[in-house]
């Protein structure tokens, strides 16, 4: 049977009197005289009867209805969806970490500690900055708990400032961010390249910006030329330069967001560092800042005592708070851990040069398939256009991208950034294979010589094919019913 073709609902597979096992009853014991009379339900609750196998079978093949990384590849821009080793989740799963709970004393779990105050050091040192807080949940906490780290330290020096601007090729979570930390977000524009336009950038920098938030690389690949001059005029405003470190997978142990001008940033651990993520988590969002930003990190802190033991620093007047339970999402930020140390500083490097190379192959491959705007010397991801398709053929980036499903292959990141029209934004990640990528370059080529018909109406292949997205999220039919 087609996997796509479900055999049903488990209410509709089940028979009636279908066991997985049989046990024997127990001779001489009357199990339901043994439970009170108020806890018997009047009727058996309507639960379907299968065999074990009919369990296996329609869990297994749901869980390969969806696309995942280790099924197929996933070139979704900005996501960074490489592979996550499996010896890693071995290590997370094992009772040593998974038995722990994160109300039991200090002096009881000091290896835990002990491993998060290392993995606190080494992302400082990957940043180039001093300081690290493991406990935002994502990206776009880490940008929302750096913002309000911001406006604490303006605040107890008494400048009152109230800008933060954002380039228009950044990720809907900066203004986003900056706007819930009490920020008013202004754009910067980009110039026809997709870097930032200096002019425009000079004519908006003034006293009252508290903030310039940069992705660097950028979303369109591109490292920024003028980073450094950036970072020194938002300085000499007396400003502070926040980095989207969600392209970290391009420049790791190359470049340092400290070195080239950076007070603040976040790691994307479900990126960079291989937590494993879909379907919106789960994530892990650390953040590093210069010394002078350190009081106001969220509490508490992991702290290191000299003779070798670890505690917790929950005295911290100028701190923010918390911003969420405990240290963070730890099995995500274990898997981080485990990654860095299992690579070390020069395989850290090997990833981002492999990234790159990865991505500029697939490009090349690409080139003569589809429009690529924008300069060949890009990082780690580059953003196709479909917009001569879909005025010569009325094919759009969501057509193609629907289509690519039907080949087997997840779609790209499609209508993003904003600064492409019909964007297809493509990362290969250091992890796939150049057959992997030659195979999705010949896909692709085969979709856009089809009937454009075909487009339209992919997928041809799946359950379901074109969903209201915005309903689907908004009213989600979870719950079986019996007609
Ligand atoms: C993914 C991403 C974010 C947000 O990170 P989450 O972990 O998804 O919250 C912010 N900026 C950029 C450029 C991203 O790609």
Redesign the pocket.
């Known amino acids: 049977m087609d996997k796509n073709q479900s055999a049903g609902l488990l209410f509709e597979i089940g028979q009636p009197g279908r066991r997985c096992h049989a046990i024997a009853e127990a001779s001489g014991v009357d199990a339901a005289a043994m439970i009170p009379g108020r806890f018997l339900a009047e009727s058996p609750p309507p639960l379907p009867e299968l065999s074990e196998l009919d369990i296996v079978r329609h869990f297994t093949n749901l869980s390969t209805l969806n696309m995942a990384i280790d099924c197929n590849f996933y070139p979704l821009g ?2 960074t969806m490489k592979y996550n080793p499996k010896r890693h989740e071995r290590l997370v799963g094992s009772h040593r970490f998974a038995e722990q709970h994160p109300l039991q004393p200090d002096s009881t779990c000091q290896g835990t500690l002990g491993v998060l105050h290392e993995m606190e050091r080494m992302l400082a040192e990957i940043a180039g900055l001093d300081a690290c807080s493991l406990q935002p949940s ?4 880490g ?1 929302l708990t750096s913002l309000l780290v911001a406006a604490a330290w303006f605040r107890h020096r008494g400048v009152a400032r109230s800008k933060v601007l954002i380039p228009d090729s ?2 809907g ?2 203004p986003a961010s900056a706007a819930l930390a009490g920020f008013q977000a202004v754009g910067v524009k980009s110039t026809a390249e997709g870097l930032v336009d200096m002019e425009d950038f000079a004519a908006k920098l003034d006293d009252d910006v508290a903030v310039f938030m940069i ?1 660097n690389p950028n ?1 369109l690949g591109l490292f920024e030329p003028n980073i450094r001059r950036i970072a020194d005029m938002v300085h000499a405003r007396g400003g502070l330069v926040y980095l ?1 470190g ?2 970290m997978n391009a420049i790791l142990g190359i470049a340092r967001p400290g070195d080239f001008g950076a007070d603040m940033m976040h790691f ?1 651990v ?2 960079t560092f291989t937590g494993p993520h879909g379907a919106g988590g789960p ?1 892990s ?1 650390p953040i590093a800042v210069r010394a002078m930003l350190e009081p106001f990190l969220p509490m508490p802190r992991i702290l290191a005592g000299s003779d070798g033991t670890f505690g917790l620093d929950e005295n911290r007047p100028l701190s923010i708070g918390r911003v969420r339970s405990f240290h963070g999402n730890i099995g995500v930020i274990l898997r981080g851990y485990f990654y860095i140390r299992t690579l070390g500083a020069e395989g850290l490097a090997n990833v981002s040069r492999h990234a790159v190379l990865n991505a500029r192959y697939l490009r090349s491959l690409l080139a003569g398939l589809i429009e690529i705007p924008g300069p060949d010397n890009g990082l780690h991801e580059f953003v196709a256009s479909a917009r001569n398709l879909r005025r010569e053929k009325r094919v759009s980036a969501m057509d193609i991208a629907k289509r690519l499903l039907d080949h087997g292959f997840h779609s790209p990141t499609i209508y993003f950034p904003l600064v492409v029209p019909e964007a297809l934004m493509m990362e290969p990640t250091e992890t796939e294979s150049p057959e992997t990528l030659e195979a999705f370059a010949k896909a692709l080529g085969t979709i856009l010589a089809e009937d454009p018909e075909i487009l339209r109406q992919a997928p041809h292949s799946l359950p379901i094919s074109r969903p209201d997205e915005v309903k689907a999220t908004k009213e989600p039919v979870l719950r079986w019913k019996a007609d």
């Open positions: 900005s996501c994502a990206g776009a906490q940008e950044a990720h979570t900066n992705t979303t989207d969600a392209n994307n479900h990126k994530g969002g």
